[in-house]
């Protein structure tokens, strides 16, 4: 299991032994998990660009990225998720509380992320028709979870 996909089956379970989260340890926290965030959104834009003929395909650089999502995938990230860290409790992020409910299904999304990186991460050097079919459900992965569980720019 993936350290994304721990992370999203743990925060349902983050009630949280200690109540004591400090303001600084929740403005820690969200700033980890935006810059774990930001990591993933650089690398799928270099396999994205490759995807629409933006960029030249280039077998190396893909795997490069598609390992690099991994390894991403692969840190725990439970610590990222703190209780209060949501948009509704913190100011500094777009996390919805949503994401904390009962019921939410965000470890469902996080194993379906896990295999579209699986996925992405065994077709991305091997040709860029392989890289284009992996592409669309790794990006269908994260936007549904960011449709369901992060505010919109909107």
């Known amino acids: 299991m993936t350290g994304l996909a721990l992370c999203a089956l743990s925060v349902g379970q983050l009630a949280i032994a200690d109540n004591h989260i400090s303001d600084k340890q929740i403005e820690t926290a969200v700033k980890a998990r935006k810059a774990h965030m930001q990591l993933y959104a650089f690398h799928l834009g270099t396999l994205g660009a490759m995807a629409k003929d933006e960029a ?85 992965a994260c936007s549904s979870c960011h449709k369901e569980y992060r505010q919109s720019d909107d």
């Open 56 to 140: 030249p395909y280039d077998a190396e650089a893909a795997q490069s990225a598609a390992d690099a999502i991994a390894a991403l995938a692969g840190l725990p990230q439970s610590g990222y998720w703190l209780p209060g860290s949501d948009n509704g409790s913190f100011e500094n992020t777009r996390a919805l509380p949503a994401i904390w409910a009962e019921g939410s299904d965000v470890g469902k999304k996080a194993q379906e992320f896990s295999a579209a990186v699986m996925a992405m991460q065994t077709a991305a050097g091997s040709g860029v028709d392989g890289l284009k079919a992996a592409m669309g459900p790794l990006g269908g």
